[in-house]
Nanobody, 125 residues
Framework: QVQLVESGGGSVQAGGSLRLSCAVM?????????MAWFRQAPGKEREGVAW????????YYTDAVKGRFTISQDNAKNTVSLQMNSLKPEDSAMYYC?????????????????WGQGTQVTVSS
């Protein structure tokens, strides 16, 4: 049974930074899979933020976070991180990591098989 465990959320003022981490726990029979971060604000749909392909390190960011957020991997620890800089109040949301055991990645939430429990990010103005 694979579990995703997020950490690193919290409260910060606009312009500040936070780093989220997602640990992949359990047996994984491949080193090549997709990891993504999604977020969901109250009253809004869950939206994609970024993904990384662990097999080669390719990444993708949605326009709203491009240039401010960085997704990275630590293969030795089976961990994916999201460094968030220049945070804005509109970045406030519950952030979820997700995994997809495929070699091509997507920002479509329906394509992800495993989800973490979420970690709250609050940015005040």
């Amino acid at each position: 049974q694979v579990q995703l465990v997020e950490s690193g959320g919290g409260s910060v003022q606009a312009g500040g930074s936070l780093r989220l981490s997602c640990a992949v726990m359990g047996y994984i029979d491949s080193r090549r899979y997709c990891m993504a971060w999604f977020r969901q604000a109250p009253g809004k749909e869950r939206e994609g933020v970024a993904w990384i392909y662990t097999g080669g390190g390719s990444t993708y960011y949605t326009d709203a976070v491009k240039g401010r957020f960085t997704i990275s991997q630590d293969n030795a620890k089976n961990t994916v991180s999201l460094q968030m800089n220049s945070l804005k109040p509109e970045d406030s949301a519950m952030y979820y990591c997700a995994a997809r055991w495929r070699s091509w990645c997507t920002m479509s939430r329906d394509e992800y098989n495993f989800w973490g429990q979420g970690t709250q990010v609050t940015v005040s103005s």
